[in-house]
């Protein structure tokens, strides 16, 4: 979590005091190419994915060595897929304080705003928002450098890009392709979030949900029940600026379920 001179450097210093980043410094395009290269650093499997740079408090640098052995280390669970500035992990850390998770944001600063969100928010509330983190990766072509087999119980995409024409749905987060990975990442009962205000997509999110063998509809009964419902349309700034303009929003969520030829 280190930036350089200048307003930037200013702006880490501040993060490290409590306070919380200025978007102005993070200005960043609204969408990036999916499917183009990026260069970043990305773990050969999960095994080398260093998860005391991003939960300190989890994972300290001295275990003690002692004659006991020590609990196994706990594993990331929800997985915030194109986390934009980070308003749905900072919802969901006080409601699963002892959960890990994680968000996953392709662009470069908006990447480095939400770490520097996440260190002001733990030095001005201590002992809060050490559950929280985030990673500058494609999720759509990294998911399993991640995680390992059946390991996530909850993973959200909140009004991700509707890529409108036809030669570019290839480049939408939710496919049956790609629900094939999420499937393989997700324990059986787990959840599929989706939500966005573009009608089309909604309707093709859901689609592609339903007529994949390793996903079911989650009941009205239950979704009403669910308390992460309601943060998906006012956690983050998409969805409060879709509530500001009066907007219809159009959600799809689904349970992991297994089949016996697992």
Known sequence: MTRTNG???????????????????YR??????????????????PDEVDLSQHYPRYFPADNGGGEVAPPPPPRIRFADVGCGFGGLLVGLSPLFPDTLMIGMELRDKVTEYVKERILAL??????????????????????????RKAQLTKMFFLFPDPH???????RRVISMQLLDEYAYVMEVGGII?????????????RSCLEKHPLFEAVPDEEIKADPVVKLLSTATEESQKVARNGGQTFHAIFRRISLQEE
């Open 193 to 205: 979030y989706t939500i966005t205000d573009v009608e089309e997509l909604g309707e093709w999110m």
């Open 164 to 170: 409108f024409k036809e030669k570019n749905h290839r």
């Open 28 to 45: 960043a395009r609204a969408h990036s190419n999916p499917l183009s290269d990026s260069h970043f650093p990305v773990p050969v499997s």
């Open 7 to 25: 307003a930037s450097g200013q702006q880490q210093q501040a993060s490290a005091a409590g306070k919380l980043p200025r978007k102005r410094f």
């Open 122 to 147: 733990r030095a001005s509330n201590p002992g809060q928002y050490d559950n929280i983190s985030v990673v500058r990766t494609n999720s759509m072509k990294y998911i399993p450098n991640y995680f």
